[in-house]
């Protein structure tokens, strides 16, 4: 069987250090594994829209926003499929004939859309499209026969629901779908990057992440107001790790290979947690160290994005060629699974010597 991968973003906005290490790494890696016979990257505007209805015009910003940091993270767009959810309408005909294979009751189960519900505060009044979008997410996955789908933990209970839908269409009308299966990114730690202020989440009202455009300025800044020990105040005092943010990014992103560059006087990154942690190392040492790190790997992204900004036209054509590309092989699919459910009447003329059958049959009577 072919190996196909299918996953997206919502363009809300500028993507951060958090997709970096939970998703974008991750993604460019599996491109470069060679493993896969197809792959594709969705922008998810339409699902965006689920709770952004009354907000289109961010929607339709960050469109360009998110494929300019696929490209300038590393995604190639001759390995990968890029394309926008919106213009492929076979995965709105595919969301429909789903919902019949869903209840109500399953739907408001889900772990994911009960949070988010909580989040946006919809409680009562829940569009009924959001509620919905596991089910769009279902037609995304399975319009591409995709076998792979590689997200963070958040979105877990998404590939369970459409691995029921799966299961329920090939059920009831034939075995046409394939049963999909999520890839977490490598590193547990890296799956919950915190944000700058060590608040699980990270939010542009809040000015609590790293964005992958940041300046170097900018990146210092940031990494300078980061939450540390709150009981390490003199140099001479014992740090604590646990729940330090600057130390949960070293984890992250600090290479041996950082150490000559940038802090020479230590050899790994166990050197210098035993030495915050015994006092005698200021928070101010091991944030320059961060700061450094983090420049070295933002300041490719950004000047890769700029490149691009300049040359607009192909970003566009790589839209639209990806996207052109998602239409066929989506129409394919869909084409199989309304003959699976004999919904193809005139594009397959069984259906005409059906009907001519049962009325030649009725008229010599
Ligand atoms: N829900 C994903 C997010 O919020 C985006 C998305 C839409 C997606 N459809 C998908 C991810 C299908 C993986 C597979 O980022």
């Known amino acids: 069987m072919q190996k196909i991968i299918l996953t997206g973003d919502r363009p809300t906005g500028k993507l951060h250090l958090g997709h970096y290490v939970g998703s974008l790494q991750n993604r460019v890696k599996l491109q470069e594994s060679g493993k896969y016979d197809e792959i594709y990257l969705m922008i998810a505007d339409a699902q965006a829209l689920t709770d952004n209805f009354n907000n289109p015009q961010k929607v339709r910003d960050n469109v360009i926003e998110v494929a300019l940091f696929y490209l300038a993270c590393g995604i190639d ?26 209840t109500l009751s399953r739907l408001l189960r889900n772990p994911t859309v009960k949070n988010e519900v909580k989040l946006r505060g919809f409680e009562e009044s829940i569009p009924s499209g959001f509620l919905n979008y596991p089910v769009s997410q279902t037609a995304d996955i399975t319009a591409f026969l995709a076998t792979t789908v590689p997200v963070g933990e958040d979105q877990l209970p ?82 604590k790790i646990e729940g330090n943010v600057v130390f949960t990014y070293l984890d992250i992103f600090c290479q041996d290979t950082d150490f000559p560059k940038y802090l020479p006087s230590y ?78 009447y005139f594009d397959n003329p069984k259906f005409k010597e059906e009907i001519k059958e049962k009325f030649q049959n009725n008229t010599t009577n």
């Open 77 to 102: 767009p001759k390995k990968t499929t890029i394309f926008v959810q919106s213009q492929v309408p076979a995965l709105t005909e595919l969301t429909f004939y789903y919902m019949n294979l869903v």
């Open 267 to 344: 050899h790994n990154l166990d050197e210098l947690k035993k030495h915050y942690q015994e006092g005698g190392l200021g928070d101010v040492t091991i944030k320059k160290f961060l700061a450094n790190i983090l420049i070295q790997i933002i300041t490719p992204i950004r000047e890769k994005r700029i490149e691009l900004i300049n040359n607009i036209d192909y970003v566009y054509e790589v839209l639209e060629n990806g996207t052109k590309k998602a239409n066929q092989k989506a129409n394919q699919t869909l084409a199989k699974v309304k003959t699976a459910m004999g919904i193809d």
């Open 158 to 239: 998404m590939i369970e629901q459409a691995r029921e839908i799966v299961h329920a269409f090939n059920r009831i009308y034939g075995d046409t779908l394939v049963e999909p299966e999520a890839v977490l990114p490598d590193i547990k730690v890296a799956r919950r990057l915190p944000s700058i202020d060590g608040k699980a989440k990270m939010s542009k009202s809040l000015g609590n992440c790293i964005y992958l455009d940041d300046s170097d300025a900018e990146i210092t800044r940031k990494v300078m107001a980061m939450y540390t020990d709150p009981n390490h105040i003199k140099l001479t005092d014992p740090g």
